[in-house]
T-cell receptor
Framework: SQTIHQWPATLVQPVGSPLSLECTVE??????LYWYRQAAGRGLQLLFY??????ISSEVPQNLSASRPQDRQFILSSKKLLLSDSGFYLC??????????FGEGSRLTVL | LAKTTQPISMDSYEGQEVNITCSHN???????ITWYQQFPSQGPRFIIQ???TKVTNEVASLFIPADRKSSTLSLPRVSLSDTAVYYC?????????????FGKGTKLSVIP
């Protein structure tokens, strides 16, 4: 069966520090991968998606970036965090037809 | 332009049937309609998916009219544990269309 893992689960970082969130999928190949962010009490904002190794599409221009160095690995990064980057970050995968499978999430607090 | 529109919140008593409607006037031919449930501090969880007509599984039913411009999630006999945010997602991750964008969701509160 397929599983998806995210880490770290919780992160507290100062403004201006770098960020790296990692997501891996097991039990499937060639998944479409997604990063979403959810601010407190808000809906899910699509940040990036990837349909293959090295292929990244950005939905929202900001100081975040994403990379896909391997088929089942998706990384969210920032060189310098802003207060507004705080939120709940969710990685998800799908094959087709919009059925997304989400990871456990990573809660980021920027101070 | 938002792809989906849902009521912001709904209240229901335990044991009642709850129907949440989602409007998606610009649905594309390839798009599927998928409903998710989200509890606080968790990722959304798949509930049900359909393309047209009616779909039923062990937890919900999904009604889609012929024009596919709306859909209704039906939760039979809700309990307190069904208190959550419900999202309707319209899309298809393939064939050049990969943006899976969520709407604002419907916060369902089940009252004892």
């Amino acid at each position: 069966s397929q599983t998806i893992h995210q880490w770290p689960a919780t992160l507290v970082q100062p403004v201006g520090s770098p960020l790296s969130l990692e997501c891996t999928v097991e039990g499937t190949s060639n998944p479409n991968l997604y990063w979403y962010r959810q601010a407190a009490g808000r809906g899910l904002q699509l940040l990036f998606y990837s349909v293959g190794i090295g292929q990244i599409s950005s939905e929202v221009p900001q100081n975040l970036s994403a990379s896909r160095p391997q088929d089942r690995q998706f990384i969210l990064s920032s060189k310098k965090l802003l207060l507004s980057d705080s939120g709940f970050y969710l990685c998800a995968w799908t094959r087709v037809a919009g059925e997304l499978f989400f990871g456990e999430g990573s809660r980021l607090t920027v101070l | 332009l938002a792809k989906t529109t849902q009521p912001i919140s709904m209240d229901s008593y335990e044991g009642q049937e709850v129907n949440i409607t989602c409007s998606h006037n610009n649905i594309a031919t390839n798009d599927y309609i998928t409903w998710y449930q989200q509890f606080p501090s968790q990722g959304p969880r798949f509930i049900i998916q359909g393309y047209k007509t009616k779909v039923t599984n062990e937890v919900a039913s999904l009604f889609i009219p012929a024009d596919r411009k709306s859909s209704t999630l039906s939760l039979p006999r809700v309990s307190l544990s069904d208190t959550a945010v419900y999202y309707c997602l319209v899309g298809y991750s393939g064939a050049g269309s990969y943006q899976l964008t969520f709407g604002k969701g419907t916060k369902l509160s089940v009252i004892p």
